[in-house]
């Protein structure tokens, strides 16, 4: 009887182990099988998980519409831009990595930097135009990537709805073929800081157009004042998502005229074609 309570007693204890071992196993399994599934990479896959948390749960994002699926074709999102995480809320979105324009001088932060390049995102100047990021971006939209670009050029920390537009979106959608999705966000919390919305609870909309259909002008990527015309466009569709149907977009730059458009256009189109 003794012996019998002993051998009990004995297989009771490592009731805990076994069963620890056996949610371990199924973790493991449950892991890999999902990293064969996943169009990310293993650390882009941690890095969505924590971006995940993040915008569900300290920022409670709510979505409204889808992004297309991933076809042969790619396509360009735009959005309008209102903190630095804004392109954290489209990856959510997303089926895959979104490559977002992003100026040169943030890959050479330390964490930052390392930051960006998990995300393969796309490094271009400020200033004029980046033949090697753009001819980037076109390649990339061609072979089905998703390209997401800002057309405000900075945050917009004003009362306004939104600022002027610069072309880029506009030029890199009509020489690569591909869609435009027009993307409205509200109620991210900007300090002024790269770092200092990751700390702050927020409430964020997210609202996602149908795609635009450029077809129509896609033997029009010469003339050059299409570039700004379908600008006005997107941005126009990024107003509507916002509820402002009569807002009336204006295009970027003191300097800005259908003559340095036509020009910075002509630059353009001789550098990818």
């Not at 064969?36 to 995940?52: D, E, F, G, K």
């Not at 939104?162 to 072309?167: A, E, I, M, Q, V």
Request: glycine share 8%.
């Amino acid at each position: 009887m003794v012996s019998s309570l002993s051998f009990l007693e004995g297989h009771v204890a490592i009731l805990p182990v076994i069963i620890l071992i056996a949610f371990a196993l199924a973790l493991v399994l449950f892991l890999v099988r999902y990293f064969r599934r996943s169009p990310y990479r293993v650390v882009q896959t941690i890095v969505a998980w924590v971006n995940l948390c993040l915008t569900r749960i300290l920022w409670r994002v709510e979505v409204k519409g889808q992004l297309p699926e991933r076809g042969d074709r790619g396509g360009i999102i735009v959005c309008n831009h209102r903190g630095s995480v804004d392109p954290f809320f489209i990856q959510l979105m997303a089926h895959g990595i979104v490559h977002w324009f992003v100026a040169r001088e943030y890959f050479k932060l330390p964490l930052v930097g390392t930051f960006l390049r998990i995300s393969e995102s796309i490094p271009t100047n400020r200033a004029g135009i980046d033949t090697a990021s753009t001819k980037a971006a076109i390649r990339m939209a061609r072979d089905g990537e998703w390209i997401g670009m800002l057309p405000e050029g900075r945050i917009n920390a004003t009362d306004n709805l939104l600022l002027p537009g610069r072309p880029g979106a506009a030029m890199i959608a009509l020489k690569a073929k591909v869609p435009v999705v027009p993307c409205y966000l509200e109620g991210i919390i900007h300090d002024g800081t790269f770092w200092g919305c990751l700390f702050k609870p927020a409430h964020v909309k997210l609202k996602i157009g149908e795609p635009i259909d450029l077809e129509a002008y896609y033997e029009r990527d010469r003339e050059h004042e299409v570039f700004g015309e379908l600008t006005l466009l997107f941005l126009k569709r990024i107003a509507e998502l916002a509820g402002q149907p009569d807002f009336q977009p204006q295009l970027a730059g003191r300097r800005w005229s259908p003559i340095t458009e036509r020009e910075d256009a002509q630059l353009a189109c001789e550098s990818t074609s």
